[in-house]
């Protein structure tokens, strides 16, 4: 069996964080809850678009990349909602006098002063956002509506839990930045303790005292961040519910990115399968049925599959009603190639070697 791989994949779900809600929730018709989403989310689309191409934080690059994502399907979710359920409200088609502002500001602005003036306006606008669709959830008129702005809720709540993290993170450059900042005394003294480090290691006598650490130490698990260990052992189906097969590994490059998996693939009962390499990006990761709330449904499942959801859900209860899916068939990655592994080229490499001689 090939060694797991312990990471973490990008994402795509986003359950509840948790945040303060108000008391009582305040009263917000129908009208002015489609306006204000409609034009929160255009405001965060283009401010979005101006991050990813103008800051300088990475982070703040890819925070503003993610805004663009997640908020333009939430416009096509409303304005899907707005059709479906013939709701008597016309969306506004450009910002408002404020948020225009705001976004002027914005593109007048590049580099680190660009990110100190985005952040801290993301933190208030998903403020904002967090309490007008918190409101409606409870108070509004139009039940579907309704639905959704729940729905939606977690996703703003994670956007805000970035932007202060994010926001923190900007705050503290200076300090570090600060500290970075020495005097010709400071420098002397550092030189000159560099060049006894030297005559010490000559005589292999070094002081081998650790050095503080410039780590950013990773201290929780976000909604969207699944673990190798909740990946490896799930289903992978297609959109009509047909199981394609397992994924037996996750396949991480040396900067840490997730670029494929593998998908057990054929054969029976583990014999004959064939892994197939399928790129994560291919994958999509939605909200499957609560089974287990059927009682029917839930003793019909086989100790197999029960034991598969044990296995999701020990570090990713979150992750455990999710359904990963795969836009293919299972005649059409039965006849993919196989993915090799470097010992497997290697062998191949060999076996070819071989062939010529004779």
Not at 46 to 51: F, I, N, P, R, V
Not at 150 to 164: G, I, M, N, Q, V
Not at 295 to 302: K, P, V, W
Request: net charge negative.
């Amino acid at each position: 069996m090939r060694p797991t791989a312990f990471a973490a994949a990008v994402l795509l779900t986003l359950p509840l964080i948790i945040a303060a809600v108000p008391a009582s929730a305040e009263t917000v018709s129908t009208k002015d809850f489609v306006n204000k989403a409609a034009v929160s989310d255009m405001f965060e689309v283009q401010s979005g678009k101006l991050a990813a191409d103008k800051a300088e934080n990475e982070d703040v690059k890819d925070f503003g990349q993610k805004m663009v994502d997640d908020h333009s399907k939430t416009t096509d979710d409303l304005m899907q909602l707005i059709n479906d359920e013939r709701i008597d409200v016309t969306p506004p088609t450009s910002l408002d006098q404020e948020h225009q502002a705001k976004l002027d500001k914005l593109k007048n602005a590049s580099g680190a002063k660009f990110d100190n003036i985005y952040v801290p306006m993301q933190v208030k606008a998903h403020q904002k956002a967090v309490s007008l669709f918190d409101d409606y959830s409870k108070s509004g008129d139009n039940k579907a509506l309704k639905e959704w702005a729940s729905d939606t809720l977690p996703t703003l709540k994670e956007h805000l839990a970035d932007a202060r993290d994010l926001n923190k993170e900007l705050s503290a450059a200076p300090a570090m930045a600060a500290n970075d900042t020495m005097n010709d005394e400071d420098q002397k003294a550092m030189d000159k303790n560099a060049m006894a480090d030297e005559k010490s290691a000559e005589a292999g006598t070094k002081d081998h005292t650790a050095k503080p650490s410039n780590i950013n130490y990773v201290t929780r698990q976000k909604p969207g961040d699944w673990s190798a260990q909740a990946l490896i052992g799930r289903s992978v189906e297609n959109e009509n519910d047909e199981t394609l097969g397992d994924i037996n590994n996750v396949i991480l490059n040396e900067k840490g990115k997730v670029v494929a998996v593998t998908i057990g693939v054929g054969g029976f009962l583990g014999l004959g399968e064939k892994d197939v390499g399928v790129p994560f990006d291919a994958l999509k990761f939605e909200t499957a049925a609560e089974a287990a709330k059927d009682s029917e449904t839930a003793s019909e499942a086989t100790s197999e599959e029960k034991n598969k959801a044990d296995r999701a859900s020990r570090f990713d209860s979150e992750h455990a009603n999710m359904q990963i899916v795969l836009d293919a068939t299972r005649d059409q990655l039965e006849k993919a190639p196989k993915f090799l592994w470097l010992d497997e080229q290697s062998d191949k490499r060999a076996e070819a070697d071989d062939n010529t001689v004779k």
